[in-house]
């Protein structure tokens, strides 16, 4: 088994790498390209497709027959299906690669039955490399990650991030004004897979978010919990928060994270 996963990381490795440098050579030209989602704040270039499409194609190369779930072009019910199934985001952080903001990157994770079991999100700037295979650690270019030690909330340095409706937008606001009075700071990247990958390197003690898909934490969650932090996954119930929370944490403040979400009405947005 171990084996079989290693040889998913590879593939994932080899494909995101050239969906990474796509996007940043094709960046210049693709951010005037430009289209809408849910709302006017959520954006989608031509550099987001074209790294998808590329991505779809190399997998079917590589991995024939295996099904893809990305943000672009769907893939709904793939997830569901027994066997491997390659989820993508082809550019997370769109709005920080539309101005420039070097805080995005290509993620690329192997699921199956639902559950990540290799994954690699490239930075296009910079063109680092987080990796992680359950059961064998994360790593950051071939080194070690860990998430951090820290026991005290109050000295926790916590990331987040935010809806693109501006109503819910307003909800979370008010809830993270009151968790800033229990935490060191807050600190707000706008792309969730790195998010993840700073809490495995100890870069933030905690992390939590509502409203992402799954291709937004497929492999950003495996590498932050192979780096040692607790992560809740969207679609976990029965707990007292919203089925659409993720979080992360360091192991010594994540009961206390927890406790303060809901105290400050960030469990459920």
Known sequence: MRAAQRELLDV?????????????????SAIHDVGTKSSETDVVTAGDRASERLVRERL???????????EEEGGTGATGRAGVCWVVDPIDGTVNYLYGYPWYAVSLAAQVDGV???????EPVSGRRWTAVRGEGAELDGK??????????????????FAYRAERRRRQAVGVAELLGRVRDIRRGGAASLDL????????DGYFEHGLSRWDWAAGTLIAEEAGALVRIPGTTGDGFGEDLLMAAAPGVADALSSALLDCGLASI
């Not at 969906?19 to 210049?28: D, G, H, K, Y």
């Not at 070690?144 to 991030?161: C, K």
């Not at 990958?197 to 933030?204: D, E, K, M, Y």
């Open 12 to 28: 994932a490795i080899q494909v995101a790498v050239q969906a990474a440098e796509l996007a940043e050579a094709a960046r210049s």
């Open 60 to 70: 079917a190369e590589l991995r024939p027959g295996e099904p893809v779930l990305g």
């Open 116 to 122: 990540s079991v290799a994954g690699v999100i490239v």
């Open 144 to 161: 070690p990650l860990r998430a951090s030690g820290t026991d005290r909330l109050d000295l926790a340095l916590v990331g987040t991030g």
């Open 197 to 204: 990958c700073a809490v495995a390197a100890g870069w933030l």
